[in-house]
């Protein structure tokens, strides 16, 4: 009975942070939306702020998913302790991944647009590699569904080797954006 009233409480607590992670990014679009259209010429260096600040919150939570699978792997199935991180990786997908990749790629695909036109290989090379990152958060997202359903069949050394794909792929992205060699 005490578990059950605490996944209730599990339950709900996660939906009230659901709905206040909706509410803070409806007014992160809305706050845009207004500065977009009453003030465009300062609109620039906010994008790009915004820009930056979504692809950190996206690699954060990158890099911290394969790490919690990892871990996960070794809890057995059914216990509190793998209950737990069914939560936590539910939480860190749709809570920060999900929307950090939305937020990241809208205002990316604008900066590319707006500033670059999108002209130039390194930016072709970048937008290849953000699939590529993509790719990876997808593979990650299936993962969750698969741990919450406790049908994980990999290994803690194969979520140690992936967890390794995004910062390999931050590294080059990083390198192709300051750098730009072509």
Known sequence: MAQSNNRGKAVSSTGQAMVRMT????????????????APEGFYPWAKAIHILAVISW?????????????????EKGSVQSETFKVMERRLLRGIINPA???????GLWLAWKIFGFQGGWLHAKIGLVLLLSAVHGY?????????????????????????IPTLLMIAIVILVVVKPF
């Open 23 to 38: 509410i803070g990014i409806v007014v992160l679009v809305v706050l845009t939306a207004l500065l977009f259209f009453v």
């Open 140 to 164: 990650l997202a299936g993962a969750v569904r698969k741990f919450a359903e406790d049908r994980n069949e990999k290994p803690a050394r194969h979520w140690r080797i992936v967890n390794e």
């Open 59 to 75: 690699m954060a939570g990158m890099l911290y998913l394969p790490r919690l699978f990892v871990y996960h792997v070794d809890a």
């Open 101 to 107: 990749m939305i937020v990241t790629w809208v205002f």
